[in-house]
Nanobody, 120 residues
Framework: QVQLVESGGALVQPGGSLRLSCAASGRTLSWYTMGWFRQAPGKEREFVAAISWNGGNTAYTSSVKGRFTISRDNAKNTVWLQMNSLNAEDTAVYYC?????????????WGQGTQVTVSS
């Protein structure tokens, strides 16, 4: 089993940037496909990005392509989500997830989430 802890969420102005981190413990991260999801108030949780076990393949939802970048360092057991050109629609709780399948999931382990608020 793997435990995931997200960090890096904050209040940021429109157009700003944030980098979210997801630290894993319990098992080596290299076993897992990793993903980021988000849930905005009153909405269902949605997929944001995913990265394969070795970082060779990535996937993004269309609304973040070109603005967000997912990356990982298995030696550090950490996954990051670099978010640029943030806008109000990016406001949500962001969750890190791990799975043993493809970029499309399923994802079996989840963190507790970190709040990102984009507002002036």
């Amino acid at each position: 089993q793997v435990q995931l802890v997200e960090s890096g969420g904050a209040l940021v102005q429109p157009g700003g940037s944030l980098r979210l981190s997801c630290a894993a413990s319990g098992r080596t991260l290299s076993w897992y496909t990793m993903g980021w999801f988000r849930q905005a108030p009153g909405k269902e949780r949605e997929f944001v990005a995913a990265i394969s076990w070795n970082g060779g393949n990535t996937a993004y939802t269309s609304s973040v392509k070109g603005r967000f970048t997912i990356s990982r360092d298995n030696a550090k057991n950490t996954v990051w989500l670099q978010m640029n050109s943030l806008n109000a629609e990016d406001t949500a709780v962001y969750y890190c997830a791990a799975g043993r399948s493809s970029l499309a999931g399923p994802f079996d382990y989840w963190g507790q989430g970190t709040q990102v608020t984009v507002s002036s």
